[in-house]
């Protein structure tokens, strides 16, 4: 079953995107390589493959206080 929302990624909070190595979201999500990809050592979502399950978020929040990660409805 598919869910009506996707994870979106702000770039702009984004540790990976700033420069550190995190990949928390990466690791986190069940359909790596599909939902998030590592591109140049940054997360990219592509939201045609994210079932919902918005785990990528709560690993997101255990070290950014800002998490860089939405649920979006698609």
Do not use: H
């Not at 928390?24 to 939902?35: G, I, M, V």
Request: proline share 4%; hydrophobic share 40%.
């Amino acid at each position: 079953t598919y869910s009506t929302k996707a994870a979106q990624l702000n770039r702009e909070y984004c540790l990976a995107w700033e420069g550190s190595g995190c990949q928390f979201c990466y690791l986190a999500c069940p359909l790596r390589d599909k939902a998030i990809l590592m591109e140049d050592q940054k997360p990219v979502i592509n939201a045609s493959f994210c079932d919902g399950c918005a785990k990528c978020i709560i690993a997101c929040q255990t070290v950014n206080d800002t998490p860089a990660i939405t649920m979006v409805s698609v």
